[in-house]
């Protein structure tokens, strides 16, 4: 069973549009995040939640927001998509904010 | 902000240990030396992390040195598959994890 899945794997979609990406951890952790990898492959945080609360925010245009039904469960949508955001994000889970981070398997968007 | 340094690229011969260096000579005495690895299309996994003394697990082994100025990540025994990019990372408990740019590690047959 897989620890940190995120939905979908593959995205393609318009400029404009709004998406989600879901993320769900079944590892009982208190603590999840979304990175987001460019076509440099710099790896960068965007968002950290510990029991559904925003912990850490980095500089992301508030196009994104994140939402946090439980622990388990940290989705990411994104309004009025541009170019830019074309990249794979991230989700990842940790036991709590002082422990390893482990990570899903990423949702590769592209913004046509 | 990635507080460490490591060599672009490395190739290693399969079935040789291979030994990733990592420069961190700014190290806090309080922050741990993490690994992570990224073979292509896949997430980040983590591989082992030591805060002064020396670990090993069943995948890789991490020495650092005395001064905690470096480390070495070391793959025992390469295989093809453990072809990836090796992530360095320095980080005190209850901080982010902030990647470089890592290390490309190609083993070759």
């Known amino acids: 069973d897989t620890a940190v899945s995120q939905t979908p794997k593959y995205l393609v979609t318009q400029m404009g549009n709004d998406k989600s990406i879901k993320c769900e951890q079944n590892?009982?952790?208190?603590?999840m995040y979304w990175y987001k990898q460019d076509s440099k492959k710099f790896l960068k945080i965007m968002f950290s939640?510990?029991?559904?609360?925003?912990?850490i925010n980095e500089t992301v245009p508030n196009r994104f927001s994140p939402k946090s039904p439980d622990k388990a469960h940290l989705n990411l949508h994104i309004n009025s998509l541009e170019l830019g955001d074309s990249a794979v994000y991230f989700c990842?889970?940790?036991?709590?904010?002082?422990?390893?981070?482990?990570f899903g398997e990423g949702s590769w968007l592209t913004v046509v | 902000d990635a507080k460490t340094t490591q060599p672009p690229s490395m190739d290693c011969a399969e079935g040789r240990a291979a030994n990733l260096p990592c420069n961190h000579s700014?190290?806090?005495?309080?922050?741990?030396v993490y690994w992570y690895r990224q073979i292509h299309s896949q997430g980040p996994q983590y591989i082992i992390h030591?805060?002064?003394n020396n670990e090993t697990n069943e995948m890789a082994s991490l020495i650092i040195t005395e001064d905690r100025k470096s480390s070495t990540l070391i793959l025992p025994h390469a295989t093809l598959r453990d072809t990836a990019v090796y992530y360095c990372?320095?980080?005190?408990?209850?901080?982010?994890?902030?990647f470089g740019t890592g290390t490309s590690l190609t083993v070759i047959p």
């Open positions: 990842a889970s940790s036991l709590d904010l002082g422990n390893t981070i482990y």
């Open positions: 700014t190290i806090s005495g309080n922050e741990y």
């Open positions: 590892l009982g952790h208190d603590t």
């Open positions: 030591g805060l002064k």
């Open positions: 990372i320095v980080r005190a408990t209850g901080n982010q994890f902030y």
């Open positions: 939640y510990n029991n559904k609360e925003l912990i």
